[in-house]
């Protein structure tokens, strides 16, 4: 089974700061994803990183996977109270289009 | 376009109450899933579908059947529900894209056992 683990678990800064949220694995995968979930809503893509090197941005995010494809970053830079939500990082299972997910990374952005 | 929905958005149940939560996606997706998400542990796959009339047991099965009679819908049941399983539920369908299979989620059912 292949185990994605994240941290920090729990994340809260104010707005304006910077922050990174790892995503780790013993086991090498083909790709990774990031989703965001806010509150009472279901995870919502961000992003997919497929070469191992690769970097990505998207506005004030940037993501990065490790050059053995074992790991993943997400960067956020001047975190704003918007940016307040569940960061799931997951990974493409044994078939089907089938995920594992990390346990998260709740953030809380204050104003 | 919907998306994928889910109804109801919120329920109680007694121990040993049953009950089907229903999703619906409208995006002509093959594969639909089911997940539980509960605190500090992600997303967990109860069952998945790879199409109409097919079914597959997902990491925590039991507990749960579910049916695809139609491509669009995907029923997960609950038979005999016990606390254990008070939980958000997600359903999911996908499709597979350039960087490899998207997932799109429904809002959740908040399902709580007593």
Redesign the interface.
């Known amino acids: 089974t292949q185990l994605l683990e994240q941290s920090p678990q729990f994340l809260s800064i104010q707005e304006g700061e910077n922050l990174t949220v790892y995503c780790n694995s013993s086991s090498v995968f083909s790709s990774l994803q990031w989703y965001r979930q806010e509150p009472g809503e279901g995870p919502v893509l961000l992003v997919t990183v497929v070469t191992g090197g690769e970097v990505k941005k998207l506005k004030r995010l940037t993501f990065q996977f490790g050059d053995a494809r074992k790991d993943s970053s997400l960067h956020i830079t001047a975190a704003q109270p918007g940016d307040t939500g569940l960061y799931l990082c997951a990974g493409p299972g044994t078939s089907y289009g089938k995920l594992t997910f990390g346990q998260g990374t709740i953030l809380t952005v204050h104003p | 376009n919907a998306g ?1 929905t889910q109804t109801p958005k919120f329920r109680v149940l007694k121990t040993g109450q049953s009950m089907t939560l229903l999703c619906a996606q409208d995006m002509n997706h093959e ?1 639909m ?1 089911w997940y539980r998400q509960d605190p ?6 109860i069952h ?1 579908s ?1 199409g109409e009339g097919t079914t ?1 047991k ?1 990491e925590v099965p039991d507990g749960y059947n579910v049916s695809r009679l139609k491509k669009q819908n995907f029923l997960l049941g609950l038979e005999s529900a016990a606390p254990s399983q008070t939980s958000v539920y ?1 359903c ?1 369908s ?4 350039a ?10 059912t908040r399902l709580t056992v007593l």
Not at chain 2, 99 to 108: L, S, T
């Open positions: 994928v594969y899933y500090g542990m992600g997303l967990r796959l998945y790879v597959a997902g997600f999911a996908s499709y597979k894209g960087g490899g299979y998207e997932q799109f989620f429904g809002p959740g």
